[in-house]
């Protein structure tokens, strides 16, 4: 068997191109424009080109976007200032906090401060208890990318053995809640899981999110399963077998020849993040004109 490759980049450019088109349309309805601010602290070269990126696809779909930049050294009060500011106003719909921030500051309590309404990561306690209760709210971005790359296969998750590799509340946690809402029965596996290549080798869908390269073996993999790969590592060019020495989570090689679809690393998972995180731009913009709320 050769695994049908699913192409993230396609289903991306798909999911920005709705995104535009919806966007014009709300802003015509509501005499509105969506937009977006990302919070950086620091010069992390990493995070600064994550930023960039998502700066450059909110102009691409016609979302307004807000670049606020800080200091390594700010304080907490600053960087909550900042959230605060503008979580009161109204031009700014979605409100994302880059992480990782610096080492003196927490993440968590930062990220707390943003309204749920506006928050468009899905990271708040108040999102995350939406979802685990299977009401409607914002979802994190990653995971709902990955069940929309699982749509595109035909995946008939109903009753569908899923097993998550990894328990991280930024992804593992809130990829086995969405499963779960599909009717899977779904498995959460982590660090101290026993047997977890006999665990793997029952799912009918495999999602691995660990960041160890080629963690999972062809011999994991159910004859017929979908494998989604959410890992990447970089590893030298010689043994990635490319420039980039870029792999993720699952050997790829050997899985393809086994699972009947599996996304590639890199252009798989990750063009979905972004994507969603303008889905989501637009879904908080949309219920904040109907709620009247701005904070």
């Known amino acids: 068997m050769s695994a049908r490759v699913i192409d993230g980049k396609a289903v991306a450019e798909r999911v920005r191109g709705e995104v535009a088109r919806d966007v014009e349309a709300f802003v015509e309805r509501t005499g509105r424009r969506p937009g977006l601010a990302t919070v950086l602290v620091g010069d992390d070269p990493a995070s600064a080109v994550y930023v960039g990126g998502k700066q450059r696809a909110c102009k691409e779909v016609g979302i307004a976007p807000f670049d606020e930049r800080l200091a390594a050294n700010a304080g907490f009060d600053d960087v909550a200032g900042v959230l605060t500011r503008l979580g009161a106003d109204p031009a700014v719909s979605g409100i994302l906090l880059q992480l990782p921030v610096p080492e003196h500051l927490s993440g968590d ?43 595109t296969t035909g995946a008939q998750l109903e009753g569908a053995e899923a097993v998550v590799l990894g328990r991280s509340n930024l992804f593992g946690k809130p990829m086995a809640a969405l499963l779960l809402a599909a009717n899977a029965t779904v498995t959460v596996c982590h660090s101290r899981t026993r047997d977890l290549a006999g665990v793997c ?72 993040t972004i994507a969603m995180l303008l889905r989501n731009t637009l879904a908080a913009a949309a219920t904040q004109a109907e709620t009247g709320a701005t904070a």
Do not use: H, Y
């Not at 749920?116 to 995350?128: I, M, Q, R």
């Not at 420039?243 to 690393?265: E, K, M, N, W, Y």
């Open 109 to 151: 309590k930062l990220t707390s401060l943003i309204a749920a309404e506006k928050d468009v990561d899905g990271l708040s306690a108040v999102n995350a208890g939406l979802l685990a209760l299977g009401r409607p709210g914002l979802r994190p971005c990653t995971p709902a990318g990955v069940m929309e790359l699982l749509a």
């Open 201 to 272: 080798a029952r799912a009918d869908v495999l999602v691995a999110a660990v960041g160890r390269p080629r963690m999972v073996k062809g011999t994991w993999i159910k004859p017929g399963a979908i494998v989604i790969d959410v890992g990447i590592s970089r590893i030298p060019p010689e043994e990635a077998g490319n420039r980039s020495g870029l792999v993720g989570d699952v050997d790829f090689d050997a899985a393809s020849q086994i699972a009947s679809a599996i996304t590639p690393v890199p252009g798989g998972v990750g063009p979905m």
